[in-house]
């Protein structure tokens, strides 16, 4: 264990240099700083003697060959890219598991009947774009080109130029899709962003399904107007009724809490927004999430008539635009129950728990078999420069990960004398 500690900590503070900041890890989808990481992972890989290549997406997939190259390969996955002001384990510590398994692999002579991938996802965030888990789409070919192409960051760029910057073209991303003949299995390990495993005392957690978020637009267009000389009763203030929205949208998903879903309001736009000024415009971002597809649709629905009922009592106009909207993924028993086998393997008792959080596994879910492994975060905190995981814990979910890709790939040791 002391080696992989040592060599997974070198990797993660390698990768966590690259776009480091005072206010925590800043390496935004297709950014420069996304592409340095990867280029970074991608000399590792060489290193190890797998084969490198980029996707229409600008996936970074790295191949291991199998004694039978032809057979479907066996997958383990992450993403490298951040939030703004991000942590340093959300994603990274996926991709590094990966390559500590090769590592591992090669250093015992083992030699597996499929070929092992290490696969490095872009744009896993939805920071930028307001869209998530997009390489990973790409890949399962369900990446919605039309309609998402002329989604913009806060600095106007739209996907489709940020993809051109990158000499990537948004019309062929698609053609990164793969099939269950190309992927038998894919599984990720990712920290668990939030306090279940912690409060357990339990070190690893096997997933059972993925929330999936549906992620709403909504502008309220009142009246600007001086503040000092609107009195109250004549006023369209989009900020109150956003206010109202707020507190709609915190009490809709409470009344379906016992279901798992939820509901948050993550940005609060005020345009023009001073001190002295009656809102005119404000616009809101919320994330309604669940594993229960007909208790998001309730939460969505009293939104929707929440927000007409607003704007018919304050005079004011809304529009509310579904930015995406995505179903909730069950995984695959089978590798649930492989994941179980091996954290038996290496004596641990792990949980199964549902993932509140999306990952690039649900969308490999669409076409071969999937899984997600979790680790703790400390006090549940992620997306914040606070997040951390142990070495420890770290290390033995890559225990637990590799068996269970020993497993799927059916490993044999090789004698050191053979040809």
Avoid at 147 to 155: F, G, I, S, W
Avoid at 201 to 212: D, E, T
Wanted: hydrophobic share 40%.
């Amino acid at each position: 264990m002391e080696q992989s500690i040592e060599r997974v900590g070198r990797m993660l503070s390698a990768i966590n240099k690259v776009g480091h900041t005072k206010n925590g890890q800043q390496r935004i989808a297709y950014t420069a700083e996304e592409d340095r990481v990867f280029e970074v992972v991608a000399d590792w890989c060489k290193e190890l003697s797998m084969t490198v290549r980029m996707d229409q997406a600008g996936n970074l997939i790295a191949r291991r060959k199998g004694r039978q190259d032809d057979l479907p390969a066996i997958a383990i996955g992450s993403h490298l890219d951040t939030v703004y002001t991000g942590g340093g384990f959300d994603g990274t510590i996926g991709v590094i598991a990966g390559v500590e398994i090769i590592h591992r692999l090669n250093e015992a002579h083992v030699e597996t009947e499929h070929p092992i991938e290490v696969i490095a996802f872009r744009a896993e965030e939805s920071s930028r774009f307001g869209v998530a888990t997009i390489g990973s789409k790409a890949m399962a070919g369900t990446f919605d080109t039309e309609r998402l192409q002329h989604v913009k960051d806060r600095d106007g760029v739209t996907l489709k130029e940020a993809l051109q910057q990158k000499g990537l073209h948004v019309e062929t991303m698609n053609e990164s899709k793969r099939t269950r003949e190309e992927l038998q299995a894919f599984f990720e390990m990712h920290i668990e962003q939030g306090p279940e495993l912690e409060q357990a005392k339990k070190p690893v957690a096997i997933a059972s399904a993925i929330a999936a978020p549906t992620r709403l637009s909504i502008d309220i267009m009142g009246k600007y107007a001086h503040s000092g000389t609107t009195a109250m009763d004549k006023r369209k203030d989009a900020l109150v009724v956003a206010s109202h929205l707020i507190l709609a949208v915190e009490s809709f998903a409470k009344t379906e809490a016992s279901l798992g879903t939820i509901g948050t309001v993550g940005i609060v736009d005020v345009d023009n927004g001073a001190m002295n000024v009656v809102p005119g415009h404000v616009t809101l971002k919320v994330d309604i999430r669940g594993i229960n597809v007909a208790s998001i649709k309730r939460v969505v629905e009293a939104v929707y008539e929440k927000a007409e009922k607003l704007a018919s009592d304050q005079k004011v106009a809304i529009e509310v635009e579904v930015i995406s909207e995505e179903a909730p993924v069950p995984l695959s028993e089978r590798l649930q129950h492989t994941l179980k086998q091996a954290a038996g393997s290496v004596g641990i008792a792990p949980i199964t728990i549902p993932s509140g959080a999306g990952h690039d596994a649900m969308n490999l879910a669409a076409f071969t078999d999937s899984a997600l492994l979790f680790i703790p975060s400390r006090d549940g905190v992620s997306h914040h420069p606070e997040e951390y995981s142990s070495m420890q814990d770290i290390v033995c979910g890559i225990d637990v990960l590799e068996e269970a890709v020993k497993q799927e790939a059916v490993a044999h040791t090789k004698e050191l004398n053979s040809p």
